[in-house]
């Protein structure tokens, strides 16, 4: 008899092994990694360089882990506020995964560094399913993305502890309509705090900094870490509900490439 293997099950399984005990080795170390997903071009580069610069500001000594598939260039332009910063190519890999955060957290950051940003690669599919051992996922989307981006990207909005909208300072020559964007986040993720920021002018930065600090002093998510928590069901924007066993989304395979820290197999976010 033959026997099928969900390959996508164990590979997250896989990871979400490795994503709890690298969950308990940064809270030993008393760091606080905060994920940071989002779309290619939502501003998240430079909100992120804001928030290392007011971290510095306030004594506070903060990291930030970035990963792209090529280039460093966004690793140049988060060392300008002066924070410890570490580039992850990931070769054509389209997330970071738990192994990758282990191999580059190996005598890194500094001691004593407080919060670990991770700035995973720009895409709402396949990071969604992957837990780096964070205490903190914040998604972004920009206003000029579109009020039902929360709907068609479920799972990435879903698993959110914080939902922050950037670019809010050109949300009015976008025709962003703030009350269908949050219809479709309240949607996907009832109860999910929302935070409106621009890089421009500092609007919420400093908002979103007291929230990261929070988590830092111990005051809980309004919602668990991913470890060992898979959606039992997930509504989507057709109205309907999958039960347990199907997958969440509806991405088809893709082929991992070789690299340093890649996992075999290919991952659909149905956990």
């Not at 280039?71 to 410890?84: F, I």
Request: contains cysteine.
């Amino acid at each position: 008899m033959c026997r099928v293997v969900d390959v996508r099950q164990a590979v997250l399984a896989r990871n979400d092994g490795l994503a709890a005990g690298l969950r308990r080795e940064l809270d030993g170390r008393g760091i606080t990694a905060v994920n940071l997903l989002s779309s290619p071009g939502s501003g998240k580069t430079a909100l992120l360089e804001l928030l290392l610069a007011r971290a510095a500001g306030r004594g506070v000594p903060a990291a930030a882990l970035t990963a792209d598939l090529a280039t460093e260039n966004d690793a140049r332009r988060l060392a300008r506020s002066g924070a410890p910063v570490k580039q992850v190519l990931t070769g054509g890999l389209c997330h970071l995964e738990a192994a990758q955060m282990r191999g580059h957290l190996e005598g890194w950051p500094p001691e004593g560094t407080r919060v670990l940003f991770v700035e995973n690669v720009g895409n709402l599919v396949c990071p969604a399913a992957y837990d780096l051992g964070e205490a903190l996922r914040v998604v972004l989307m920009s206003v000029t993305e579109g009020e039902d981006k929360p709907v068609k990207y479920p799972t990435a909005f879903g698993l959110a502890n914080l939902v922050v909208l950037s670019k809010t300072d050109i949300g009015g020559a976008a025709g962003f309509d703030g009350d269908a964007f949050a219809e479709s986040v309240e949607r996907v993720n009832p109860g999910v705090e929302v935070l409106h920021t621009s890089a421009r002018t500092g609007q919420g930065v400093d908002a979103l900094l007291d929230r990261v600090l929070a988590v830092c002093e111990g005051s809980r998510p309004h919602r668990p870490p991913l470890a060992g928590r898979h959606l039992r069901e997930h509504r989507h924007e057709h109205g309907h509900e999958h039960p347990r066993d199907h997958p969440r989304d509806h991405e088809h395979p893709h082929a991992h490439p070789g690299g340093p820290g890649a996992l075999p197999g290919a991952g659909l976010p149905a956990r």
